[in-house]
């Protein structure tokens, strides 16, 4: 920690532990002691530490060959992109490494699709976000942030995006003109608190994005791959996008991979030389995402997490009278607010750190549990016991 601290750039204030070694959804530090990890790399460890089939995907692949550029075929990505389009029931796939770079990723394929295809005049297209949103830290993308420890001193900004207030569909079609190529939209947004929107608003955004010749892009980078309850968030409110963004757990918590996911009508804008990456689309992290598709092809994970949704409200709703004044659970998903009477969110988690348990707290006294989708009941009582030891520990 004195290194990093030395030698890092202070772009994070973690906390004060050191993982040495993981297994599954079990962290262990310098010093032997161990901690359940309800962060789960902000859903890139979906399938928990060291998964053995990711492992044993990755060890393969690095007696082979790891990276060979764009500039040549190699034979995993084929594979990759034909298994990863079926998993989304879309046509094609591009790969990229971190989710920021698959979210600049879409906004670049929805702006050459709203020129190409839309005829939008060049230079003129619009894409609408929503507040509260967290789609990464890179310029085009705090540019229409909220966030402003991201957004400020950082300028000038790049335009071309309107933001409206998450939840409101009367907003969205407000905001939508002939300039509009793109709502770009988490189907839950997870750096805000894991807020869930009202019934029938994603139906309601795909509804005015079809009916104004707009793409509806979901940003699954936290929300998919099982996290939410089923392989994509917005299909639990019967919602298929125009494109899905994908990232975190795709390369298994080995790997950064990323992806954008779209059918040939919108992807096909993108040709040589006008989108590429060095890394995107290796060999060893395409093996990877390989061998993550596969976890999830039967759907038990996905069920899974959806059974544990139940169990993990019913095990934090009584939490609420002592010192919870919100709570949001979505798949095995769940977004806490501590009475600020208590203490920041960050307090808590240093308290929940002290008890065994690893968790995030964002935007004040808000944290954020997304252990891995492997967790089992007993591992979850052990979780919300020491969460309400915590608790009782605020409150004196």
Not at 4 to 30: F, K, R
Not at 291 to 307: F, T
Request: glycine share 12%; hydrophobic share 45%; charged share 20%.
């Amino acid at each position: 920690m004195a290194l990093e601290d030395s030698y890092g750039a202070h772009n994070y204030h973690p906390l004060p532990v050191t993982v040495a070694t993981a297994e599954g959804v079990w962290v262990t530090d310098t010093s032997g002691r161990r901690y359940l990890d309800c962060l789960a790399g902000y859903s890139a460890l979906n399938f928990g530490h060291r998964h053995p089939a990711l492992i044993a995907a990755a060890t393969e692949q690095l007696g082979r060959v790891t990276l060979t550029s764009r500039a040549f075929h190699h034979d995993q990505l084929g594979p990759f992109c034909a298994e990863l389009a079926a998993l989304a029931g879309k046509d094609a796939v591009l790969p990229m490494n971190s989710g920021a770079e698959a979210v600049e990723t879409a906004l670049k394929l929805a702006r050459r699709w709203g020129y190409l295809v839309k005829g939008v005049p060049d230079g003129q297209a619009t894409i609408i976000v929503a507040d509260g949103n967290f789609h990464g830290r890179t310029i085009s993308i705090i540019s229409f942030s909220g966030d402003t420890e991201a957004h400020d001193n950082c300028g000038p900004y790049t335009p071309g995006f309107r933001s409206v207030p998450y939840g409101d569909a009367a907003a969205l079609e407000a905001a939508i003109d002939e300039t509009t190529v793109a709502v770009l939209i988490e189907p839950v947004q997870g750096e805000a608190g894991v807020v869930v929107p009202p019934e029938g608003y994603l139906a309601a955004v795909r509804e005015l994005c079809t009916k104004n010749q707009v793409l509806m892009m979901a940003d699954e980078i936290q929300s998919g791959l099982g996290r939410a309850g089923a392989t994509f968030a917005s299909s639990r409110a019967g919602v298929v996008p125009d494109v899905y963004v994908l990232g975190k757990a795709l390369g298994g918590g080995i790997m950064p991979l990323s992806a954008v996911v779209a059918d040939r009508a919108v992807m096909d804008v993108i040709t040589p030389g006008t989108h590429g990456s060095t890394f995107g689309g290796n060999p060893l992290a395409v093996a990877i995402g390989r061998a993550v598709i596969k976890l999830l092809e039967p759907g038990d994970l996905q069920e899974h997490a959806l059974a544990m949704e139940q169990a993990l409200r019913d095990r934090l709703e009584p939490l609420r009278a002592q010192g919870l004044v919100g709570l949001r659970v979505h798949g095995l998903w769940a977004g806490l607010d501590l009475d600020p009477a208590l203490g920041t969110g960050r307090v808590l988690c240093e308290q929940l750190a002290e008890h065994g348990v690893l968790a995030k707290d964002t935007h004040g006294s808000t944290i954020r549990l997304s252990p891995p989708l492997v967790i089992t009941t007993e591992e979850l009582d052990w979780m919300t016991e020491r969460l309400a030891l915590s608790l009782k520990a605020l409150a004196g």
